[in-house]
């Protein structure tokens, strides 16, 4: 394809597809099916010598790829958290294909880097964090907590690391809930700390870290001789969405000087209801804090908010500048590639500006309210039903749950017909439902999150839960 007429006229054709891919999305099986290298086995072993059409492209994408898909933008995924899009974020990422800029300077692309500031202060607002908070947007949450992590380790040893190496540092610790996401063992291995030095806090019945025990793993390293550096509180757990006790943590954290980070990647887009704002009570201890527009704010994968105090400790870990990236400018604005770990970075402030605009705050809340809503129903409609039982508190929007009939008392047997039970749903391509394990319970996990569910959906989600356990049950007996 090398002429504008062919793109003109394969774009309008792609248009089209995805406009029919939003409006028979339920059609498809949520979950794809496919068997392990069933995609592979039909893709040639080398390159194509000559290019080949267009016709031929899109026609092996329907037949190769597209069974090879899990549908995330069905609103019958209830499956992890979701990374939900919109059509505002389609059209703003189709544009950012089209410029193609590699936004690492101010000076490579101004718009962005200027867009990416005010969009940021937007969410800031949006969000009720606090005004002295600075944001970047990051690729994932995972990222921005290697940041967090970084920049915890480059200010409390004066730059050293990053200059010398770990050389006559002491050795560190950060800490985090048992129930911590598994992004904070892969940046304490990635920084360098070590995966025995990240120490893991007990949590309560709720799955929220206790904070006295906290106080004491950090009491029992300094006289161990170890450098408290960093604690990860989450906002929303994974498994259940459980909200550690901030305004605690962020007290303890202060009294031993220990930078506290926040993982708020799912449940931070609650806090543009000023109804869920309780989660950041104490959030002016906080030095760092992401959360993912990416999962529950309409804006598709990637785009990860990443806010921090010291800006000039973040930027004094990541920054330099080479003769070739040296420019007149580079003291008077920001050039975002000195924020975090990739050089070159895509223009997703542009997605996230139609979206915000497109909705408007108003037309956010609705949604995130609705889908509060549709859970507290799936909660109370387990509530009232012998045959289910609630494993943990519904602070948002996801509720996790098993089937529990009377006649099943041993543990073990649970687990089994909850997993069978999770593996027939899904087998149905009529929705998709995810699992965790809450104190050693096999645990379906419902996020209700999706940018265009509605309550049918959900109701009817409920029924086939229903059906099936019903249906598993005389299976197992
Ligand atoms: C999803 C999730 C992450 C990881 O997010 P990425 O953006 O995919 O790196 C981290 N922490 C929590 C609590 C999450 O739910």
Redesign the pocket.
Known sequence: MEHADEFRKYAHKLVDWIADYFENIEKYPVKSNIEPGDVFRQIPASAPEEPESTDELLADFEKIILPGITHWQSPNFYAY?PANSSYPSVLGEMLTAALGAQCMKWETSPAATELEEAVMNWLRKMTGLPEYFTGVIQD???TATLCAILTAREKFTSFHVNHDGFDRQPVMRVYCSTEA?S?VEKAVKIAGIGKTNLVKIPVDDAYRLIPEKLEEAIINDIQSGYRPLCTVA?L???SSTAVDPLEEIGLICSKYNIWLHV?A??AGSALILPECRWIITGIERVDSFVF?PH?WLFTNFDC?AYFVKDTEALINTFKLVPEYLKSQLHEHVNDFSNWGIQLGRRFRALKLWFVIRAFGLNGMQKRLREHILFAGNVKKWIDQDQNFEILAPVNFNLVCFRFHPEAIHDEEDLNRLNENLLKELNRTGKLYVSHTKLAGKYTLRMVIAQTYVKEQHVNDAWKIICEKSEEVYQNFK
Request: aromatic share 12%; charged share 10%.
């Open positions: 958290f994932s949450a995972s996401h992004s989450a929303g757990t994974t993982d990647a799912f993912n999962k990860s």
